[in-house]
Structures are given as C-alpha cells and as structure tokens.
C-alpha cells in the first residue's frame, strides 16, 4: 500500500488466528486510553457466539502483578468483507489499579483477513 506498512491478521481455520499483541505503561494519573486506527477486512466468516465475535482492536488493562484487571471490546467489529479502509476510534476508562494497556488486534471467532494500519494511542 504506497510503500506503507500494515498488520495483516489471516485465519482459514477454526477461528483461532494469533493475536499480536503491544503492552504499554500507563502513568499513575492516567484516565482514559483513546485509540485511533483504520481497519478492513476480506473472506470475512464470524462465527454466531459470542454475539461480540470479529475482526476487532481488542486488549485489556493489567495490574502491576502483571494480572488482566478489565478486557475491552471496541464498538466496531467487523463483521463483513470491507475493501475500503474504515477509520475507528474507541476511548476506554482506565480502571483502578492499571499499570498497563495491552492492544491486541485480532480475529475472534472469525475467519479471513483483518488488515489494521495506522494506530495512534493517547493516554489522557
């Protein structure tokens, strides 16, 4: 794409494709965690259950044990073939405790190609 740069995410199987994933330290008087990205997708099969099944930029927050406090499942999934990109932006609250964020982009109960690009993270 232009010389860019892309995550492409393929599965064909059971639905089960690896998840990349980033881990980022969040400062002690951190609110909020807004990301934005573009996302597209192709050959797109989601599976019925969970009703939160898709091609999605995933994560959870982590406490300094290194235990997940809280997932979080953004509003835009795909669900269907998307050529085009799509921009996305989620905000999710930080909870009590967090010292981490990880982003996990991923097809989930899902088979096809989830491409993500352009992801921006603030921390507020």
Known sequence: EDGGTF?????????????????????????????QYKLRSANMKVLPEP?????????SFFDAQGQA???????????ENNADWIECEDTFEVPGGAVQVMLQPGLYFST?????????????
Not at 13 to 34: S, T, Y
Not at 112 to 124: C, H, R
């Open 7 to 35: 995550l492409r995410i393929i599965s064909a199987g059971d639905g089960d494709a690896p998840k990349p994933h980033a881990k980022l330290d969040l400062p002690e008087n951190a609110i909020q965690v807004r990301l």
């Open 51 to 59: 009703a939160w099944a898709g091609g999605f930029m995933g994560g």
């Open 69 to 79: 406090l809280k997932p979080f499942v953004p509003s835009r999934r795909m669900k």
């Open 112 to 124: 096809g190609t989830l491409d993500v690009d352009d992801v921006q993270v603030f921390i507020e």
